[in-house]
């Protein structure tokens, strides 16, 4: 079946230090993969995807992730993390079985940087 | 441009009423979908549409309806709330085509009891 995992309930991390919010993937073909940040009581934010091309690919807000297809992963990262980056970060996968594309969603991650 | 709004943003319902879910996009945007989200879970998908008239179930659509007259609006209807539909509700939309990239409406948390 294909699915979405997101390991970590929580990360924390100190204001400066680099950040990395995992997520692993499964799916028939290429996938086409996902990160959306979600801010107190606000709605989903797109952060950037990865369809094909560079392994890293570079979204909003400094944030960046690398593609590792044998590992079947795609993880956000950010070099230096802000008190600011503190939210709930969603990886996503498109549904490759669906003609529509919907997307299969992780359970998120909350994210803590810490002054 | 407003994006996608919702409204409410907040209600409490008593069992076995009926509320209806407001969603309007102005981006003229074909695709439309509603959500759930749980606490601790990820995003359900309760119902989506591919364009004006045209609306198809996801993963969690018992207990809920929609309609599709127009490509702004997509209200999502509970007939008879019940406590398993306290959430907090999420439409989003996209543009067909290459970008998947789906926008969101702020959310309505909606409580059952």
């Known amino acids: 079946a294909q699915s979405v995992a997101q390991p970590e309930d929580q990360v924390n991390v100190a204001e400066g230090n680099p950040l990395t919010v995992k997520c692993t993937y499964s799916?028939?073909?290429?996938?086409?993969l996902f990160w959306y940040v979600q801010y107190p009581n606000r709605g989903l934010q797109f952060l950037l995807k990865?369809?094909?091309?560079d392994n890293l690919v570079k979204g909003s807000y400094g944030f960046e992730a690398e593609f590792n297809k044998s590992q079947t992963s795609f993880h956000l990262k950010k070099p230096s993390a802000l008190v600011s980056d503190s939210a709930l970060y969603f990886c996503?996968?498109?549904?490759?079985?669906?003609?529509?594309?919907?997307?299969?969603w992780g359970a998120g991650t909350k994210l803590i940087i810490k002054p | 441009n407003a994006g996608v709004t919702q409204t409410p943003k907040f209600r409490i319902l008593k069992i076995g009423q009926s509320m209806t879910l407001q969603c309007t996009q102005d981006?003229?945007?074909?695709?439309m979908y509603w959500y759930r989200q749980d606490p601790g879970m990820g995003l359900k998908l309760i119902y989506y549409?591919?364009?004006?008239?045209?609306?198809d179930k996801g993963e969690v659509p018992n207990g809920y309806n929609v309609s599709r007259s127009t490509t702004e609006d997509f209200p999502l209807r509970l007939e008879l709330a019940a406590p398993s539909q306290t959430s907090v509700y999420f439409c989003?939309?996209?543009?067909?085509?290459?970008?998947?990239?789906?926008?969101f409406g702020p959310g309505t948390r909606l409580t059952v009891t």
């Open positions: 996503a996968v498109r549904d490759m079985k669906d003609s529509n594309y919907q997307l299969i």
């Open positions: 799916v028939s073909g290429n996938p086409y």
């Open positions: 990865y369809i094909t091309g």
């Open positions: 981006m003229n945007h074909n695709y």
């Open positions: 549409s591919v364009g004006a008239g045209i609306t």
């Open positions: 989003a939309s996209r543009l067909t085509g290459g970008n998947y990239e789906q926008y």
